[in-house]
């Protein structure tokens, strides 16, 4: 009896586990591409997670790893921020399914980025 009422909880726990990454679909690991003004693109691997009720993450690529600042998921958009080398950016997508597009923008520049869902 208590073996089955710990399998109940259990499996009571993943279903709230799977609503709350129903609810924020960015919620995984992201390969995502951006470009910048001069025409480079940049390969980053975004990792955003959900923790008591809030997100948080990471970006990483060429120049390091940054810890997502701010990040918010409303509605299909997503927004962060990331400082590198003591410079703020801010991401904006709409996130689609296991897609997402939108742009970054620093106070200087702004470009695309795109990203696909690898888990």
């Known amino acids: 009896m208590h073996r089955r009422m710990r399998l109940l909880a259990a499996l009571a726990a993943?279903?709230?586990?799977?609503?709350?990454?129903?609810?924020?679909?960015?919620?995984?690991?992201?390969?995502a591409f951006s470009d910048s003004p001069g025409g480079?693109?940049?390969?980053?691997?975004l990792v955003v997670k959900q923790g008591d009720g809030k997100l948080s993450g990471t970006i990483s690529g060429g120049p390091g790893q940054y810890p997502l600042l701010d990040p918010n998921m409303e509605g299909d958009t997503f927004t962060c921020k990331i400082t590198i080398e003591e410079q703020t950016y801010t991401?904006?997508?709409k996130v689609?399914?296991?897609?997402?597009?939108?742009?970054?923008?620093?106070?200087a520049s702004q470009g695309a980025i795109k990203g696909t869902k690898q888990s």
């Open 14 to 31: 993943l279903a709230g586990a799977m609503v709350l990454a129903a609810d924020k679909p960015v919620v995984g690991t992201w390969e």
């Open 40 to 45: 480079e693109q940049y390969k980053w691997t």
């Open 91 to 93: 991401i904006q997508v």
């Open 96 to 107: 689609t399914g296991s897609k997402f597009e939108g742009i970054w923008k620093s106070p």
